[in-house]
């Protein structure tokens, strides 16, 4: 009788070329499933982001519904006396003192850092209040967070594809004291970033939920400067009856709940690279203020433009000084990008509330006197 090997003994190895083959179609596969995984992964962060979204447009109706259909804003005000957050008392409650403040965006900006001093988790109770500091455009959010009772920074202001605020939160999160870790990010590393940029937000109102359809013929405006960070506020002349006041807006203003924008991201993520929502192949999400989300190619949408006196219009036109530094993309193809003449769109809406961002042209049609 043949006698068998001991066990493993005389087994045929695998030759080279077998191995080879092996390898080629393992590496054939991988090739074939990767792309299917990149695409399934960058679904997933869409579909998180159109959450984040969702969730938002909902909570500012959710705050309506209780401030009788105000939206969302900053809601102090000047020369009247409210409670600033100042510090922590042993017993681990907060120490607050009366302020009044010198005028309505001075008690805005005292809000803002009384939110942040509360809500932030580690908590930042001695972040310093801001100077020259217009804080509706970036930091509406924050009254939405305090609505919600929700801690600083929450994931759902933070879009998926946004690495340079996530990087930011997640110092925030991993230091254990926010305040050495936003100072140490004002350096000149930083080019001056405002130290409340990490409580910021991938997504901002536009400045239609808090400013009048109009400017004011007292020169009561809002404005942009060309580098996406800065803005232009005169409050105009109260002694006139015409004051132009950054208040929340009722949401039964709105004439077109479907075609006018909410929120939206400044920079376009959902390409291949990162573009500023003013370029005109950017592809943005936006919510509308009937609470549905979309993404849109910026050249999709009307060109915008400021509502000046007797709806008067004047295009919203300015250049794109990227702030590299505070995370804004540099402009595609363009050294120097400061020549260009781009439209504002969606972020300043002609005729405000009662506008259309997409899906129609703006209605043109003056107002009753």
Known sequence: MRQMPPNGWGRRAFTLIELLVVIAIIALLVAILLPSLAGARKTARQGINASNFKTLATANSSYAADFKELQATFSWRG???????VGMNNDGSFRTELRNFSSDLTAAGGQAIDIIRRRAEPECVGIPEQSNWIPQPTYTHLVLM??????????????????FRQRLADGVRASGNALAFVQSLSGAAYNGMRITWPYSSSY?????????????????RLRQYENQI??????????TG???RLAGRNL????????????????????????PYLYDGAVCTVASFDGSVRTLRTDQTNPGGYCALNFRRTPAVYAYRPEVAWGYPRWPNAEDPLELSLFGRYRWTYRGLRGIDFGGAEPLVRDPP
């Open 79 to 85: 020369q009247r006396f409210h409670r600033l957050t």
């Open 146 to 163: 305090d609505f919600l009772a929700a801690r600083l920074p929450d994931p759902v202001l933070i879009a998926p594809e946004d690495k």
């Open 204 to 220: 901002q109102f536009v400045p239609a939920s808090y400013t009048p359809d109009k400017e004011s013929g007292d020169g009561g």
């Open 230 to 239: 800065t803005y232009e506020y005169n409050p105009g002349n109260a002694a």
């Open 242 to 244: 015409s004051r132009y």
């Open 252 to 275: 039964s203003e709105v004439a077109f709940p479907a075609q006018k924008v909410l929120l939206m991201e400044d920079v376009g993520r959902l390409g291949k690279i990162e573009l």
